[in-house]
């Protein structure tokens, strides 16, 4: 976001002026949440992350020797003890066998085998899934037959000591391979349901079949019991709970929405129906009432990643038990959470991040500092906690901003007008700490990533990582070398008439986007005030537009895309460019060569983006300033530790040692080329992943090199612009009758 953008200008100005009469700029902002000034401006944020005031305290077990992460599966959280399967697994099988249910309590870390399937001789050893119920009694799934396509299956319950209540065998009960990942729930009664392959089978109190559901058509992830008994499955599209009905053998006619973004871990709760936790917190919630209470966040206690929680349980004195498993790292953790007001925590400094939607590689940095640093902690606000829209949290960040209220850091990624917030003097200037840092100087960045989030030469953040965008196009349609103009363009797209797409996977209104990055100064003077968007050259870019090329169609194109650009009947592809073998998936698209043309431009000079991600910006209220960037400091160390495909990975990094030592992995030879992946394409094709070429190595610096940030026009220009053409694609408006409205809406904003 460079300061030569001259779009900005004007709203640089007018969001100055708003500030000030705000309070951008003034008061102080505490360590702590809820420690900000007085506004007559309304936040709730204080409000919202009062339940922070109490931390929960870790106490870790590392179980991975015990429990292995490919030889445990969990069975239930019930009277302070957890009760899991361990056994066998051999060589890569998918299922575990010799199993043992064993129960560990929370508290001590005792534990006592329930259940040992080497006790039975007409089984392989495979116990599928189990159930603890609240007289310390369990019930279990287990495999009959020898043979792993034998479908015979037992119920069995036993009780506290392992001596069995009842055994029903049911040997034509088909539950077909990916019974492994079939699961248990017993209500109050004893009763109890078994999901499986998109199925629900119910068993009476005796473990007698009693129907079964349906789940045709529902996407069922999980099947819990409620702190008073009730049965509940969760739909993961719908984020609903819906209750089990025994009696009409069917699903409850009320269902009741979770409140929260995602769903990654739900158990019965003590003193509430459920405890459930999303990506970063974790919830009291009752469904009648639809009460969503927060209890704590995970990074505030050294959680790692919410999605390896595989058992949640509340003991009876208050205290929260976790057991992760995670099958990546090969590891298993327990984990027991002690409540403790901050005041009396033994870290009592803490630096804020605020974000609409944390990535899993901030939410895992966070946990990893917190571990290994004692000085002062690290806390993510949220502003989506509690089920707020993600739209309704980004709006009540930017108005903490706005009046002197924000988090010690904020999360600059969802922002597409962050330059309102850096010309409003809400950020600090990062500048003289780096010029400062052991660590780092300004030339160990990449020049063009740190240009998305400086304005007015001051360095707002360091994006960890960048991605780049650009245009491509076979030869034949827009020529071997890259750079064009809007003459070229339109060159292009005239000489094949017979073409049913301009772009394969993308409407045709889409050139709007694309033209408008550098042409709108053309059109607009915002030092004057004065808006052209009735002139004879906007009119003709409209009409270009509308003549263009459109079968859009949003299934066929996923599908068809790639077939459509190497047959020429799609022109160009919009592509994002994160991973270096991205180069190669650019090459199997257009079936051979391939140019990255880039934006049009009036010089003809090559013209890519370049989008900063992972960046965060020092709030230039905030107390903490000097740790806050000596967080940001760690964090930029760890910048490649992520596995290169890993989805943490957002782009490239942007540290240049850690950028250059990549690129030379990328190109080494490593011998077969299976070993380096492969890609697979909605049409059904697929492609192996290579070392990278001396031309494609070439092709990457020559990107980055004429990369510039997303221009951040004035967005109601901008929006005033999209909403009128909007009139032209639909055919109710003419371009000169669009041209004119349009002219009319800018110039009177200007104006006022």
């Known amino acids: 976001m460079k300061c030569h953008r001259v779009f900005n200008i004007l709203t640089a100005v007018i969001f100055c002026i708003a500030l000030v009469i705000t309070g951008c700029g003034t008061g102080s902002q505490g360590s702590g949440p809820g420690q900000v000034s007085g506004s007559s401006a309304e936040s709730d944020t204080v409000q919202r992350m009062a339940y922070k005031e109490m931390r929960y305290l870790p106490e870790f077990v590392d179980t991975s020797e015990k429990y292995g992460a490919y030889t445990t599966k969990s069975a239930g959280f019930i009277d302070d003890t957890f009760y899991l399967i361990r056994g066998e697994r051999p060589g890569y099988g998918y299922y575990i066998t010799d199993c043992q249910l064993t129960a560990y309590t929370a508290d001590g870390g005792e534990e006592r085998v329930i259940l040992d399937m080497s006790d ?8 599928l899934t189990a159930v603890p119920l609240k007289d310390g009694s369990v019930i279990a799934l287990l495999k009959t037959g020898m043979e792993v396509s034998d479908s015979g299956y037992c119920l069995y ?17 088909a539950i077909p391979e990916g019974d492994r990942d079939a699961r248990l729930a017993a209500d109050g009664e004893g009763r109890c349901c078994l999901l499986a392959d998109g199925e629900i089978f119910l068993f009476d109190e005796q473990g007698k079949a009693s129907g079964r559901i349906d789940l045709s058509g529902k996407t069922v992830t999980d099947i819990v019991c409620s702190n008073s008994g009730t049965i509940y499955v969760y739909e993961m599209y719908t984020n609903q709970l819906t209750p089990i009905n025994f009696q009409t053998a069917g699903l409850g006619a009320e269902s009741y929405s979770v409140p929260v973004s995602t769903l990654s871990a739900i158990a019965a709760g003590d003193t509430a129906d459920f405890l459930i936790c999303d990506n970063t917190t974790v919830y009291q919630y009752n469904c009648e009432g639809k009460e969503l209470t927060p209890l704590f966040d995970l990074q505030d206690s050294q959680i790692y990643d919410a999605s390896c929680i595989e058992v949640i349980g509340e003991l009876k004195d208050g205290r929260i038990f976790l057991f ?14 002690t409540p403790k007001p901050l005041a009396e925590c033994p870290v009592k400094e803490v630096v804020t991040i605020g974000t609409v939607y944390p990535s899993t590689d901030l939410l895992n940095n966070v946990v990893s500092f917190n571990r290994n640093h004692q000085d ?3 806390s993510i606000i949220n502003y989506c906690v509690g089920g707020r829209s993600y739209e309704e949290a980004l709006e009540a960040l930017k108005l903490d901003l706005s009046i002197g209220k924000g988090p010690d850091l904020c999360d600059l990624d969802d922002f597409h007008d962050a330059e309102s917030l850096f010309a409003g003097g809400c950020f600090a200037d990062l500048s003289g700490y780096l010029d400062e840092s052991h660590e780092y ?15 007015q030469e001051q360095l707002m953040a360091i994006p960890k990582y960048f991605k780049l965008q650009t245009i491509a196009g ?13 003459e070229g363009l ?5 000489s094949h008439p017979d073409a049913m797409m301009v772009f394969e996977t993308r409407p045709s209104s889409y050139m709007f986007d694309v033209c408008i990055r550098n042409m709108l100064e053309e059109f607009i003077d915002l030092d004057k005030g004065k808006a052209d968007f009735d002139s004879s050259g906007y009119i003709d870019f409209l009409n270009f537009i509308k003549e263009l090329p459109d079968n859009f169609n949003e299934s066929e194109c ?13 022109l160009l592809s919009v592509r994002e460019i994160r991973r270096f073998t991205d180069l190669q998936e650019l090459e199997a698209v257009f079936g051979g060569e391939y140019t990255c043309i880039g934006y049009p431009s009036p010089q003809k000079e090559p013209d890519h983006v370049i989008t900063g991600l992972d960046a965060y910006a020092v709030s230039a209220n905030s107390p903490n300033k000097d740790n806050a960037w000596k967080f940001l400091e760690w964090f930029h160390s760890t910048q490649g530790e992520e596995a290169y495909d890993s989805v943490l990975r957002g782009g490239f990094p942007t540290r240049i040692d850690v950028f250059e030592r990549e690129l030379q992995e990328a190109s080494a030879e490593t011998g077969a080329q299976e070993n380096r992946g492969a890609a697979y394409f909605a049409d059904g094709t697929s492609m192996n992943y290579r070392e990278m070429t001396p031309e494609e190595k070439e092709l990457i610096y020559s990107l980055i090199e004429s990369a510039s940030p997303e221009r951040s026009a004035e967005h109601t220009v901008l929006e005033i612009m999209k909403e009128e053409a909007a009139y032209l694609y639909d055919g109710s408006k003419t371009a000169e009758e669009v041209a004119g409205v349009t002219q009319n809406r800018v110039q009177l904003y200007l104006d006022e």
């Open 120 to 127: 039975r001789a007409d089984a392989d050893g495979r116990m």
């Open 376 to 378: 002062f902690n690290v």
């Open 474 to 486: 076979s030869p034949e349609v827009v020529g071997a070398t890259a750079g064009w103009d809007m």
């Open 558 to 570: 996923w599908i068809n895309g790639n077939e459509w650009l190497r047959e020429g009947r799609a």
């Open 490 to 494: 339109k060159a292009a797209v005239n």
């Open 157 to 173: 319950k036993v009780d506290s000591e392992g001596n069995e209540i009842y055994s029903n065998e049911y040997p034509d009960m």
């Open 324 to 337: 992760s498993r995670d099958e990546k790292e090969e590891t298993t953790e327990a984990a027991l959470l």
């Open 441 to 455: 100087t300004e030339e160990d960045f990449i020049r063009q990533a740190l240009d998305t989030c400086t304005w």
